[in-house]
C-alpha cells in the first residue's frame, strides 16, 4: 500500500522578513504606478488651467467651454465678459475657459 503514498514531508520554513517584505513591496508599487500615471499628471494639468485663468487680461482671445471664441471685455472676480461679436457679451465663469488664443486670431477666422 505504501507502494502508491508518498510520504508527506513539511516545507522548509521560509524567512519570515522575505515574506513580509513582498507583501508590503505589491501594494507600494501600485500606489507608485497609479501616482505616476495618474495622479500626477492631472495635478500638474490642474495647476497649468489654474496659472492660465489666473493670467487672464482684458483684451485676451479666448475659447470656452461652449466651444465659442472670443475678446474679453472685462473680468468681475470669478467671471469674466466676453465680447463675441460687436453686439454681443455673454458673462462666463473665468473656470470655464479652456484655452487662450494669439492676438489677432479672431479676425483672421
Known amino acids: ?17 522575505a515574506s513580509l517584505f513582498g507583501q508590503i513591496l505589491l501594494p507600494v ?19 497649468e488651467h489654474r496659472a ?10 479666448i475659447i470656452f467651454a461652449g466651444g465659442l471664441m472670443g475678446r474679453i471685455k472685462a473680468l468681475e472676480g470669478d467671471y469674466a465678459v466676453v465680447s463675441l461679436n460687436n453686439n454681443t457679451d455673454v458673462k462666463v465663469q473665468r473656470a470655464s475657459v479652456i484655452s487662450v488664443l494669439p492676438a489677432g486670431t479672431i479676425e483672421s477666422v
Open 52 to 61: 492660465m485663468v489666473n493670467s487672464l487680461s482684458v483684451g485676451s482671445e
Open 1 to 17: 500500500m505504501s507502494l502508491f503514498i508518498q510520504a508527506a514531508h513539511a516545507a522548509p520554513e521560509t524567512a519570515g522578513a
Open 29 to 47: 508599487a501600485f500606489f507608485a504606478i497609479f501616482y505616476f500615471l495618474v495622479i500626477r499628471p492631472q495635478s500638474k494639468r490642474t495647476k
